[in-house]
């Protein structure tokens, strides 16, 4: 086992990137409870220079070639959650245990990419906010791309990698918004594209997917069904009769994860905390319904559905001795911010995505992906293929085909448009890759190397 990692140090020696002074001073030199690492990670503080504060960031090079693979972000959805649930609970190189430690996952996104984790907006996680700032769409995506740039300028040799974009749920606003900004503003010149999964498109969608899929996996009986299409309750301006029908589907279905429909819940009461990503997720769903005049849902979302490992992530990144490892700021540290979540702009929550996808792919030749767990019913891949075909034509000749993991076995489907691609994760829920970790990592290197 020594040799081996000796050996790995050696390979990773090989394509040693050559980091400025500012930047080794942020490296992570002794990660407590951490497996040996054959790659270097730093962690700190982007300022931004409009005053809105500073946004903290953990970057982990490729375990591949980090002179040659590409850069990519990875962001949490909420709006108001932290990138570093991505890092420790889905495709980041850990996974925290119950005591303390850290095991490697063997699947991590930086086999093959070097990934920035970061905890965005201002405000979310360790990240600080300056002044008073109008939460929103347009004002994430301006802050993210000066995080951008000035990660670049401490990490300059970085700066002529391919760029890629990564996020989900809440995502879907996150990424097209910032792809849009890059693209106008013209400073990240290698910027290549991005890939969402599960994203929150637009909330009809949305809305129609989540109690679909509930249909489709047989988990509410065909009257109730039926009589949600029959009063069109789909629409956004859904009755209070609708409201009663989708009370009745969400207290049938109220204790099983509607992240992961077929996957246990945490049922260790003793770990229960706060509200996590996937309640902040839920809340501006209700926000959007309350928006219209309607009545509060009961029941919809209860509290069983908190995971066990995002309360392990909780603890670790909680600790002393974790936090002044990573330099961070000593502080409290939540997964979501409960006050950014609810004060995010209330317009933008119900804006429809498909105008800039439009825009995207219609005027830059970019590499763009939503990619879609099928046991997801929160932002379902039913109410994804509504978005994907309602939006964009088939013409590059690309069929819907299956693809095939990296044992060989079928992992889901994809279909290629000009300029987009649709992919899907069979048995993945909302989070695909902490729900099919092994498929994800197969997933994104096709993605990376366009070969579908």
């Known amino acids: 086992m020594q040799l081996l990692f000796g050996l790995a140090l050696l390979f990773a020696c090989a394509f040693a990137i050559e980091y400025t002074e500012t930047a080794l001073q942020n490296e992570i030199k002794n990660l407590p409870g951490a497996p040996p690492l054959n790659f270097r990670q730093f962690s700190g503080y982007i300022s931004l220079p409009n005053g809105h504060g500073k946004i903290f960031y953990w970057f982990v090079e490729s375990q591949g070639n980090p002179d040659s693979d590409p850069l990519m972000l990875w962001t949490n959805g909420g709006p108001g959650c932290s990138g570093l649930a991505g890092l420790m609970t889905e495709n980041g190189p850990f996974r925290p245990n119950k005591d303390g430690t850290l095991d490697e996952n063997k699947f991590s996104w930086n086999k093959i990419a070097n990934m920035v984790f970061v905890e965005q907006p201002v405000g979310v996680g360790f990240s600080q906010a300056s002044g008073d700032i109008q ?269 095939k993991d990296a044992d060989g076995q079928i992992a889901g489907s994809s279909q290629g448009f000009d300029g987009f691609r649709f992919t899907t994760v069979n048995g993945a829920g909302h989070m695909v890759p902490s729900t099919r970790p092994a498929q994800s990592l197969e997933m994104l290197r096709k993605y990376l190397d366009n070969e579908w």
């Not at 740039?149 to 996020?167: M, Q, R």
């Not at 498109?201 to 129609?208: K, S």
């Not at 992961?260 to 997720?281: H, I, M, Y």
């Open 135 to 403: 939460y929103g769409d347009s004002m994430a995506a301006l802050d993210n791309h000066l995080f951008l740039e000035g990660f670049l300028d401490l990490f300059p040799a970085f700066k002529t990698k391919a760029l890629y974009l990564t996020s989900e749920s809440y995502g879907g606003h996150y990424l097209p918004t910032l792809a849009k900004e890059i693209v106008t503003q013209g400073k990240l010149t290698h910027f290549a594209g991005f890939a969402v999964g599960n994203p929150l498109t637009w909330m009809p969608y949305r809305d129609y997917g989540q109690w679909g899929t509930l249909w489709g996996h047989q988990l509410i009986p065909q009257p109730l069904w039926t009589d949600y299409l029959e009063n069109k309750c789909q629409t956004l301006e859904s009755s209070r009769h609708c409201q009663s029908i989708t009370d009745q589907m969400s207290t049938i279905t109220q204790d099983l994860d509607p992240y992961a429909l077929d996957f246990p819940v945490c049922l260790d009461e003793s770990l229960s905390t706060g509200r996590a990503e996937r309640w902040n997720f839920m809340n501006i769903i209700r926000r959007s319904k309350r928006l219209k005049g309607q009545h509060k849902l009961n029941g919809f979302f209860p509290e069983v559905y908190e995971p066990c490992a995002d309360v392990y992530a909780d603890t670790y990144l909680n600790r002393k001795d974790i936090q002044a490892a990573i330099g961070a700021d000593e502080m409290k540290w939540q997964e979501c911010n409960d006050e950014i979540n609810q004060g995010w702009n209330a317009t933008d929550l119900d804006t429809p995505m498909m105008p800039i996808y439009e825009f995207l792919v219609n005027n830059h030749n970019l590499n763009l992906m939503v990619y879609s767990g099928t046991d997801d019913s929160v932002c379902a891949t039913l109410g994804s293929q509504q978005f994907i075909w309602d939006t964009f034509n088939k013409t590059n000749g690309q069929d819907w085909s299956p693809w």
